[in-house]
């Protein structure tokens, strides 16, 4: 999709670089044992991301003995991260933590989930979405066409422009957008959602699962 290096098995199944420079076992700042890869297909028990909370599929990272897991897209995000349109200081990662308070994603202004992990400011104490801060598409670039009429376009506007499928002003640096029809995406998910969900009725597709309500 960003063009980017991945690696190709018989010319159909690829893996992105982030994710092969993953190693076994995979040490990391969220867990105190080693994770292993596990696959997930056709295995009875749900095995949900400690880090967005999101249902894994197919891979991912975990420790059997504590029933912990981690997807890759949550494996290979940065521990910090600057974002000048929001905070001056550098942004950590924090991987969650029990709070009796709510807390507020500066991007969307929707709640947050203090329970998965979020961006905060150690100096603001602001805290953020990781899908706001990245969207669902973290190593595209604008300009790069994704599907037919399906374009990335650069969500730097002072006015964030309004998904046409879940209503939520995009929040992420990314939106797609149809030429054809002339309507924003904030995300992938919503791309496809969008395409599909009609023909599946499947319409509790129509927010993306890291949405708690749209925002205002």
Partial sequence: MCKGFVYEANHSTRFD??????????????????????????????????????????????CTKCKFYVDFRCATLPLTVRLGRYDDHPLTL??????????????CEGETDPETWFYTCMDCGVTLHVLCVFGDLRYAKAGEQIDDGIVLASNSRSSRPVCNNCHCHCPGPLTLKNCNQNVYFCSLYCVVSSKYSWRWNMTHLSVPPWLNQPST
Wanted: aromatic content about 10%.
């Fill in 17 to 62: 670089l982030y994710c092969s420079s993953i190693t076994e076992p995979f040490t990391h700042g969220c867990h105190p044992h080693p994770l292993l890869y596990i696959k997930v297909d056709h295995d009875e028990i749900i095995k949900t991301c400690q880090g967005c909370g999101i249902c894994a599929k197919e891979m991912v990272l975990g």
């Fill in 94 to 107: 924090c991987y969650g933590e029990k709070a009796s308070g709510k807390y507020w994603c500066d991007i």
